[in-house]
Every structure is written in structure tokens, then in C-alpha cells.
């Protein structure tokens, strides 16, 4: 099941994907991880997807990545006595503290922190920003607002206050509970939605206490002004085009995506890009160029994967999707101007023995044109570092640890191994020659260039490259 190309895909399961026939038509299609949205669904129905998975896992021998996504705090507004309402531009609406059921001229909004944060002159946006407002005069119990842009507004739609900042946790009663849940089913990796501080992460890595990569959504503006310290805390970062979109004017998400890009590869953490790559897909069983052009531009910015969501949850074409994002995906990869783009970036490494060797590795192993880099890591780090180099040569990394080789699942140009542990030098070269061969990367005579850590087992260690013939 060797890919043929570096950057990874995500889907996301749903009611179209539940069946373990469909997992595994979009394990085959080119999905690497899955992800579980804690957003819909039951307990119930991550579980049989989860068990699906690694059903499929066992069959093939090969280390699936599951993603638990948390849903994190949502604000909504509350119900209304008579229906759908239309709020006309220019008009007034007041938010009041409480569940009272609202009418066209005042709407119940259930959340004391907001009233408690925000100014005049902060927007409102209602209904993943259809309808916004702005606010006029703001009280304790009472929000006055002016209509900017109208339209018809329902029962419970949510609300996004960009210029408001909320000191609220991304984990709310329920997050907590289907953490718990999540790690006890053994989910590889956590992603914690609306992340605003550094505190949210250092929350969670008490909650998760390393059984699971953590993962920050970077969907409000807030998480900008602490965007190195969030990074530095996590293990990967998801670019939420979503909320981000809603949050931010459309026209400023481009360039943030870059700069988000960005940091990972100098900070060497996994970066995914998500929502609405190919949104069409959906309901047709073609993209429009456009969003193939999106898709692209992530692989240019030498992101580690993209991500499917409805478009793999709940669409007619979940399959056709996955397929889809794996040939845009190989042919940008193979386009003549891929390396010069992804090279222009190169980071330095960091001084110390382990990031160096791992630089060393990539750069030889482009230089004698190798067949491979064999990465042996207990904790994944050392993959971690070679990827960051985005070598052109791929990466096969071997863990003893089966958590750690499925969260490797998600890194650029890595083949994820979860192999027995070794104690010699020898059994090293005899198992990097073995993996090479039987998974298709080398050749007899080809050259490999193995990076291990000595001793064995100890997290950290990176100090030894070996060349080798297979």
C-alpha cells in the first residue's frame, strides 16, 4: 500500500462512509487518516467507525491514523416564537441574556460571556456570517445592534464575534466526555477547535497526558497574536478555512494560510489544510477548477495533508473525492516547478545533534540520490526532523511503538512502520534493507541512508547516519 506521492489526505467519516466496504474503497482510494467529527454523530457511530478502521488496519498490516475532532464551544442564538424572521439592513436588533423565545426585533442569546466582552463597534455575525451586525450599545443583560447586512434568520444558528475576545476553554462539558472516550478508544490524534491562547493547548495536554498527538484549529483571530507559543505546544496544526473564513474578511484567509504554513515548516510541525477543497464534490462527481487549484496551492505551500469533510461525510461521491484529491495531489508533486516552489523555504536546523543528523540524512540522501531514508524512532521525532527538510527522496519511518507510527500516518514523504523493537546495529540494517525491499522502495544494490538514535529505545537519541547497500 505504498503512496506514491508525499503530502497525505484526511477524510472525514459520516453517514456515507460508515460501511468498513466504503473505508476501505477510501483507504485504497488514498485516504491516510480518518477523521472522526465530534461535531455529529453518536459515541455509538465513532465507535463502529473506529473499530472499522482498525479492522481494515489488521487486514493489511499497514498503520491507519484516526482523528478525533472535538467540537468545541459554540455560541448560538436561541429560538423564536413565530418562525424565520428577516432582518432588514439598517434595522435594530437587540440580544438579551436569557432562553426568552425572540421575535424580528429581539433574540435570545444564552451566553453570559459575550454580553461580559463586548464593545461597540465589534461585528456579529449570525449564520456563518449571512447576516451582520454591529454593535451599537452594550450592557450587562442587553446588546443593541445594527443591521449591516439582512436576511432571513432561523432558531439556533450560530454566531461568530470576530473583533470579541471570549476568555471561554475550546473544551466544554461534552468535549471533555468525548475526549475521555476518544482516548480510551485509542485515537491517534485530538483536534481542539476555536484555540484563541497558549493556556487551551497546555488545558488539553493535561486532559490527553501524551496518550494522543494534540492538534490546534486555528479558526479566530486571537490565535494570531499568540501564533508561535500555540505551535510551539502543539504536535500539528489544522488551517479551519471554515470558521476562519467567517471570522476574518475571505479576502485575508489566503495569506494567513501561507504565514500558518509557514511557521509549521520552520517550527517542523505537521500542517493540514481543510474545508471546502472540493466542495463541489459533494454533489457532483467532478471538482471545479477552481478548488483543484485550491488543493494545489496547499500542495505548493508544502503542507504535510489536506482534508476532506463533507465532501467524504456526507456526500453522494465519497469515494470519487478521495481519488480525486490523490491525482491533484501526484500531479502537482510531479509538476516541473514543485521542487524549486517547496525548496525555496528551506529551514535551518535547530542546534543540537539530533536536528542536525536528521538534516544531514535528507541532504545526503538527496545528494547520492538514495533510494530512501530508513528513519528508526521510538518517539517520532526523528521522522519528524527529516521530513521538515522535504527531501526528494521518500522517508520510511519505523517505530516499535504502533501509536506513534499511526500518528506518523500524517507526515509529509513519510512511510509509517510499525516494527518490532531492535537492540543492535545489526538487526538495524537487516530490518532497514527488509522494509525497503518488501514495501517496494529499493532495489538490490540501491543505496539507503539509515538514521537511528544509539543506543536503542531512548527517545531523543538521534547521533548515527549509515549509507548503505540494499
Given at each position: 500500500?505504498?503512496?506514491?506521492?508525499k503530502a497525505?489526505?484526511?477524510a472525514?467519516?459520516?453517514?456515507?462512509?460508515?460501511d468498513?466496504a466504503?473505508?476501505r474503497?477510501?483507504?485504497?482510494?488514498?485516504?491516510?487518516?480518518?477523521?472522526l467529527?465530534?461535531?455529529h454523530?453518536?459515541?455509538?457511530d465513532?465507535?463502529?467507525?473506529f473499530?472499522?478502521?482498525?479492522g481494515?488496519?489488521?487486514?493489511?498490516g499497514?498503520?491507519?491514523?484516526?482523528?478525533?475532532?472535538l467540537?468545541?464551544?459554540?455560541?448560538?442564538?436561541?429560538t423564536?416564537k413565530?418562525?424565520?424572521?428577516?432582518?432588514?439592513?439598517d434595522?435594530m436588533?437587540?440580544?438579551?441574556?436569557?432562553?426568552?423565545?425572540?421575535?424580528?426585533s429581539t433574540?435570545a442569546?444564552?451566553?453570559?460571556?459575550?454580553?461580559?466582552n463586548i464593545?461597540?463597534?465589534?461585528?456579529?455575525?449570525?449564520d456563518?456570517?449571512k447576516l451582520q451586525?454591529?454593535?451599537?450599545?452594550c450592557g450587562s443583560?442587553?446588546?443593541?445592534?445594527?443591521?449591516?447586512i439582512?436576511?432571513p434568520l432561523?432558531?439556533r444558528?450560530?454566531?461568530?464575534?470576530p473583533h470579541t475576545?471570549?476568555p471561554i476553554?475550546?473544551?466544554?462539558?461534552?468535549?471533555?466526555?468525548?475526549?475521555?472516550?476518544?482516548?480510551?478508544?485509542?485515537?491517534?490524534?485530538?483536534a481542539?477547535?476555536?484555540?484563541?491562547?497558549?493556556?487551551d493547548?497546555?488545558e488539553?495536554?493535561?486532559?490527553?497526558?501524551?496518550r494522543?498527538?494534540?492538534?490546534?484549529?486555528?479558526?479566530?483571530?486571537a490565535?494570531?497574536?499568540?501564533?508561535d507559543d500555540?505551535?510551539?505546544?502543539?504536535?500539528?496544526?489544522?488551517?479551519a478555512r471554515?470558521?476562519?473564513?467567517v471570522?476574518?474578511?475571505?479576502?485575508?484567509v489566503?495569506?494567513?494560510?501561507?504565514?500558518?504554513v509557514?511557521?509549521?515548516?520552520?517550527?517542523?510541525?505537521p500542517?493540514?489544510?481543510?474545508?471546502?477543497?472540493?466542495?463541489?464534490?459533494?454533489?457532483?462527481?467532478?471538482?471545479?477548477?477552481?478548488?483543484?487549484?485550491d488543493v494545489?496551492?496547499?500542495?505548493?505551500?508544502?503542507?504535510?495533508a489536506?482534508m476532506?469533510s463533507?465532501?467524504?461525510?456526507?456526500?453522494?461521491?465519497?469515494?470519487?473525492?478521495?481519488?480525486?484529491m490523490?491525482?491533484i495531489?501526484?500531479?502537482?508533486?510531479?509538476?516541473?516547478?514543485?521542487?524549486?516552489?517547496?525548496e525555496a523555504?528551506?529551514?535551518?536546523?535547530e542546534?543540537?545533534?539530533?536536528?542536525?543528523?536528521?538534516a544531514?540524512?535528507?541532504e545526503?540522501?538527496?545528494?547520492?540520490?538514495?533510494?530512501?531514508?530508513v528513519?528508526f524512532?521510538?518517539s517520532?521525532t526523528?521522522a519528524?526532523?527529516?521530513?521538515?527538510?522535504?527531501?526528494?527522496?521518500?522517508i520510511?519511518?519505523?517505530s516499535p511503538?504502533?501509536?506513534?507510527?499511526r500518528r506518523?500516518?500524517?507526515l509529509?514523504?513519510t512511510?509509517?512502520?510499525?516494527s518490532?523493537?531492535?537492540?543492535?546495529?545489526?538487526?538495524?540494517?537487516d530490518?532497514?534493507?527488509?522494509?525497503?525491499?518488501s514495501?517496494?522502495?529499493?532495489?538490490?544494490?540501491?543505496?539507503?541512508?539509515?538514521?537511528?538514535?544509539?543506543?536503542?529505545?531512548?527517545?531523543?537519541?538521534?547521533?548515527?547516519?549509515r549509507?548503505m547497500r540494499?
Amino acid at each position: 500500500m505504498r503512496r506514491e506521492r508525499k503530502a497525505k489526505i484526511i477524510a472525514t467519516l459520516g453517514p456515507a462512509s460508515s460501511d468498513p466496504a466504503i473505508i476501505r474503497q477510501l483507504f485504497t482510494a488514498g485516504a491516510d487518516v480518518f477523521r472522526l467529527n465530534f461535531s455529529h454523530g453518536t459515541r455509538d457511530d465513532h465507535k463502529r467507525r473506529f473499530d472499522a478502521i482498525r479492522g481494515l488496519e489488521l487486514e493489511l498490516g499497514r498503520p491507519i491514523g484516526i482523528l478525533q475532532d472535538l467540537q468545541g464551544p459554540k455560541i448560538r442564538i436561541g429560538t423564536l416564537k413565530a418562525g424565520p424572521v428577516t432582518l432588514k439592513r439598517d434595522g435594530m436588533l437587540t440580544f438579551t441574556l436569557g432562553n426568552e423565545p425572540g421575535d424580528a426585533s429581539t433574540v435570545a442569546l444564552p451566553h453570559p460571556e459575550v454580553f461580559n466582552n463586548i464593545m461597540p463597534g465589534h461585528r456579529i455575525m449570525i449564520d456563518d456570517g449571512k447576516l451582520q451586525l454591529e454593535a451599537v450599545r452594550c450592557g450587562s443583560d442587553k446588546i443593541e445592534a445594527r443591521v449591516l447586512i439582512g436576511g432571513p434568520l432561523n432558531d439556533r444558528k450560530g454566531v461568530n464575534l470576530p473583533h470579541t475576545d471570549l476568555p471561554i476553554s475550546p473544551l466544554t462539558p461534552k468535549d471533555r466526555e468525548d475526549l475521555a472516550f476518544g482516548l480510551d478508544l485509542g485515537v491517534d490524534w485530538v483536534a481542539l477547535s476555536f484555540v484563541q491562547r497558549p493556556a487551551d493547548v497546555i488545558e488539553a495536554q493535561g486532559l490527553v497526558n501524551g496518550r494522543a498527538g494534540i492538534m490546534a484549529k486555528i479558526e479566530k483571530p486571537a490565535a494570531f497574536s499568540r501564533i508561535d507559543d500555540i505551535i510551539a505546544l502543539v504536535d500539528a496544526v489544522m488551517v479551519a478555512r471554515g470558521d476562519l473564513g467567517v471570522e476574518i474578511p475571505p479576502e485575508d484567509v489566503p495569506g494567513k494560510q501561507k504565514e500558518l504554513v509557514r511557521a509549521c515548516r520552520m517550527a517542523g510541525k505537521p500542517v493540514v489544510i481543510a474545508t471546502q477543497m472540493l466542495e463541489s464534490m459533494i454533489k457532483s462527481p467532478s471538482p471545479t477548477r477552481a478548488e483543484a487549484s485550491d488543493v494545489a496551492t496547499a500542495i505548493y505551500d508544502s503542507a504535510d495533508a489536506v482534508m476532506l469533510s463533507a465532501e467524504s461525510a456526507s456526500g453522494d461521491w465519497p469515494v470519487e473525492a478521495v481519488a480525486m484529491m490523490d491525482r491533484i495531489i501526484s500531479h502537482t508533486e510531479n509538476h516541473k516547478l514543485y521542487r524549486s516552489i517547496i525548496e525555496a523555504l528551506q529551514p535551518s536546523p535547530e542546534h543540537t545533534t539530533a536536528h542536525a543528523v536528521a538534516a544531514a540524512a535528507a541532504e545526503v540522501a538527496d545528494n547520492i540520490d538514495a533510494a530512501a531514508i530508513v528513519a528508526f524512532t521510538a518517539s517520532g521525532t526523528t521522522a519528524l526532523r527529516a521530513a521538515r527538510k522535504r527531501p526528494r527522496v521518500p522517508i520510511i519511518s519505523i517505530s516499535p511503538e504502533p501509536s506513534i507510527a499511526r500518528r506518523l500516518a500524517l507526515l509529509w514523504g513519510t512511510h509509517s512502520i510499525s516494527s518490532m523493537e531492535i537492540s543492535s546495529y545489526d538487526e538495524m540494517i537487516d530490518h532497514a534493507r527488509q522494509h525497503a525491499l518488501s514495501d517496494g522502495f529499493a532495489e538490490p544494490e540501491d543505496r539507503l541512508v539509515v538514521v537511528a538514535g544509539i543506543p536503542f529505545g531512548r527517545r531523543g537519541s538521534t547521533n548515527n547516519i549509515r549509507v548503505m547497500r540494499v
